[in-house]
């Protein structure tokens, strides 16, 4: 079965670049959640998206912004990066119930992770 | 979302059933009990989920007490390859919120 896609799954930027994270998420699936990891803690919730809509707002920095796309992938644009945005970062993927079997559930892409140097 | 309480963490002999337990006094009545896992750097994995009935599936079981304010995710036969941070999850089914990760209980199967 299809799994939420993320791209790249490693990236190296230096202080005060900018980086862009993508996530395509299951097929069907309207929904795309991004959570940032650092080392040694659990996963943060940063921002959701739903039909293309931002659905619900977390810990995401001034610094950070996020968009969904038509066809239903998104991307975390990460400017002036700093080294502690060093971090795995997870997109997640759902639906709303009536459309199918397991759309209750988030499924979880593998992660970009991101090295601040 | 309603608040829960995992232990830290758990140690499991190979081939034993592994019960993860999960307090969430404050659950409303129209949310759900997930969990989840994350074996090392992995992204988190979908194991179950119930509302208030007690639940099975390939991977695991779920045991919801009567009240709700408690769960109990069991893995029937442990292998090493369980090993992973378990996270138990109360959210409103279907909906576009968050899932708000907790510390989770690191749980460790022993050869």
């Known amino acids: 079965a299809a799994g939420v896609i993320q791209s790249p799954r490693h990236l190296i930027k230096e202080k005060r670049e900018t980086a862009t994270l993508k996530c395509y998420p299951i097929p069907r699936h309207d929904t795309v959640y991004w959570y940032q990891q650092g080392p040694g803690q659990d996963p943060q919730f940063l921002i959701s998206?739903?039909?293309?809509?931002?659905?619900d707002k977390g810990s995401i920095p001034d610094r950070f912004s996020a968009q969904q796309f038509s066809d239903y992938h998104s991307e975390l644009n990460m400017s002036s990066l700093e080294l502690g945005d060093s971090a795995l970062y997870f997109c997640?993927?759902?639906?709303?119930?009536?459309?199918?079997?397991?759309?209750?559930?988030?499924?979880f892409g593998q992660g970009t992770r991101l090295t601040v140097v | 979302d309603a608040k829960t309480t995992q232990p830290p963490s758990m140690d499991c002999a190979e081939g034993r059933a592994a019960n993860l337990p999960c307090n969430h006094s404050?659950?409303?009545?129209?949310?759900?009990v997930y969990w989840y896992r994350q074996i090392h750097s992995q992204g988190p994995q979908y194991i179950i989920h119930?509302?208030?009935n007690n639940e099975t599936n390939e991977m695991a079981s779920l045991i919801i007490t009567e009240d709700r304010k408690s769960s109990t995710l069991i893995l029937p036969h442990a292998t090493l390859r369980d090993t992973a941070v378990y996270y138990c999850?109360?959210?409103?089914?279907?909906?576009?919120?968050?899932?708000?990760f907790g510390s989770g209980t690191q749980l460790t199967v022993l050869p």
């Open positions: 404050t659950i409303s009545g129209n949310e759900y």
């Open positions: 999850i109360v959210r409103v089914r279907g909906s576009a919120r968050q899932l708000t």
């Open positions: 997640a993927s759902s639906c709303i119930p009536g459309q199918g079997l397991g759309c209750t559930e988030a499924f």
């Open positions: 119930g509302l208030k």
């Open positions: 998206f739903y039909e293309k809509m931002q659905s």
